[in-house]
Every structure is written in structure tokens, then in C-alpha cells.
């Protein structure tokens, strides 16, 4: 069974760019969620989609957004790119959410923003 | 909203030593995961804790969860090189069904 995939693995865009992040979640997955990971502030939820419907946000400005695809693949999209937008940018997928399902995590995409 | 602490937030141990990390929650429990991080990848799924009084197994690391005390501790025997990493748990704010709520982390270093 093929783990959650990320594409790209390392980015590097200049402020004021967009950039477009995938998620592929387990098959059989339709719960996809997507977490910033910085020194500073740790791992932080972005938002969560269900069933192509965004379930959740988290404290993030309008510039991050995100969507699913039928196939309950997700991409997040960041506008206007910010040096503080430099994260390493997770996404985890799992049956549906709640406890005593697991969320597996992808390998992350590192995005630098110079 | 939840926090979680972890302590400590760094440990170096010499290969062979018995270690445990904890995790507090300033809120009730619902539930807790614990993951490892290699330094700059993904989150590789250790353990889920459900239940008040719960403890799991894998290999060498037992984890428990303490609902009372709002704690988990994750403990590992007979440390060798590869359990270095970055250990983090994450719990469910509220039991909720769509995120997790991190603890910054405890970077375990293990010498041979």
C-alpha cells in the first residue's frame, strides 16, 4: 500500500511568487489535512478537507489555500509569497478523522522563499 | 486552546541506556499519537493511545497515556543509534476529528 505522496520535495520561490504544493493521500483516504512546520512555532494545522469540502482552517491569513480533487488528491496554494512562509509543509491523510484513526504523514515539501 | 509540553526537549543518551520523554497536556485527553522525525522529512506514525490507563508496545517503545494527569510517556529500552530523532506527540484539541495539536518535539541524540 503506497504511503502519502508529496510532490515537489524542495522548492525554492522568491517573495512575492505563488507556489502550488501536492498531496496524494492512501488510497482509500478521504480526509487530507495540511500542517507548516518552522523552528520557531512547530508543526501548525493549515486547514482540512473532506470529500473535496475544506472541514477546517486553521490561524493562517488568506494567502493559503487549498482544495481536493474527487480523487481525494489536495493541493495548498500560498500567494504573494513571504520570507517567513520558508516551512517545511506536511500533509497527512487518514479514513476520516476522529480518534482511533490514524494520520499518516507524508515525506513534506521544504519551501524557502528568498 | 490545548498545548502540549514535552520534557525534556533535548536528551543525549549512550547507546544501550533506557529513556523517557513525556508529554502534558493542558487540557483533558482524548487521545495521543506519537510520531518520529527525522530531521527535515515526514512523521513516521509510532504509536496511538486511546484510552485512560492504555500502553502499547512496539519493538523496544512502550508508550502509556495517564488520563488523570493529562500525560503520556514514551519509553524507550536499550536505546540504540537508530532511535535518534526528533519524537513529538500530537492529541486531538477537544477530540477532534479533523487535526492534531503538536508539542514542539524532543530531539534524541543516542552515541555508540
Known amino acids: 500500500k503506497a504511503g502519502v505522496t508529496q510532490t515537489p520535495r524542495y522548492l525554492i520561490k522568491t517573495r512575492g511568487q505563488q507556489v502550488t504544493l501536492s498531496c496524494s493521500p492512501i488510497?482509500?483516504?478521504?480526509?487530507v489535512s495540511w500542517y507548516q512546520q518552522t523552528p520557531g512555532q512547530g508543526l501548525q494545522f493549515l486547514f482540512e478537507?473532506?470529500?473535496?469540502?475544506?472541514?477546517n482552517k486553521g490561524n493562517f491569513p488568506g494567502r493559503f489555500s487549498g482544495r481536493q480533487f474527487s480523487n481525494s488528491r489536495s493541493e495548498m496554494n500560498v500567494s504573494t509569497l513571504e520570507l517567513g512562509d520558508s516551512a517545511l509543509y506536511l500533509c497527512?491523510?487518514?479514513?476520516?478523522?476522529?480518534?482511533?484513526?490514524?494520520?499518516?504523514f507524508g515525506s513534506g515539501t521544504r519551501l524557502t522563499v528568498v | 486552546s490545548q498545548e502540549l509540553e514535552q520534557s525534556p526537549q533535548s536528551l543525549i543518551v549512550q547507546e544501550g541506556k533506557n529513556l523517557t520523554i513525556n508529554c502534558t497536556s493542558s487540557?483533558?485527553?482524548?487521545?495521543l499519537y506519537w510520531y518520529k522525525q527525522k530531521y527535515g522529512e515526514g512523521l513516521i506514525f509510532l504509536m496511538m493511545l486511546q484510552k485512560g490507563g492504555e500502553e502499547k508496545s512496539h519493538e523496544k517503545i512502550t508508550a502509556k497515556l495517564d488520563e488523570k494527569k493529562q500525560q503520556s510517556s514514551l519509553h524507550i529500552t536499550a536505546s540504540q543509534p537508530s532511535h535518534a530523532g526528533i519524537y513529538l506527540c500530537g492529541a486531538p484539541p477537544g477530540g477532534s476529528n479533523y487535526k492534531l495539536t503538536f508539542g514542539k518535539g524532543t530531539l534524541l541524540t543516542v552515541n555508540p
Open positions: 497527512a491523510s487518514t479514513d476520516r478523522g476522529g480518534l482511533g484513526y490514524g494520520y499518516t
Open positions: 488510497s482509500g483516504h478521504r480526509s
Open positions: 478537507y473532506f470529500s473535496e469540502t475544506q472541514r
Open positions: 487540557k483533558t485527553l482524548y487521545g
